[in-house]
């Protein structure tokens, strides 16, 4: 499941300003999907990574989950076409990560993938 909790980390460690999220597709079939929003040690939470990677290999993930889109997204041919649910995950990942996810693809093939905002 996508830990936004490590992905946080990496974004403040590595300065990156926008994120691509790919296979999508992976994800059509499925009722709901859970995100990791935080972590579970020694009774108490975290909304960051423990500094120990002895202490990471012990958290219990905390989820939250959305509904899935359980539709098949390979016939989509434009950002409008997203399904309802796949644009309220995308929403719902920036606004855990504070920061925009520009390219979306939805399979290895190049016209899978969309610019959700235009870089030039």
Known sequence: WFDTVLVSH???LSGV?????????????LPTIKIC???QLDGQKWTFPPPCIEDLERVTPIYEQVEGWQTNTSEIKKLEE????????LNRLESLLEISIDIVSFGPEREKTWKRKSFF
């Open 37 to 39: 929003t935080g972590y």
């Open 17 to 29: 300003t926008s994120l691509a999220l790919t296979k999508l597709d992976v994800l059509d079939q």
């Open 82 to 89: 997203f399904p309802k649910n796949v644009r309220l995950f």
């Open 10 to 12: 990496a974004i403040r």
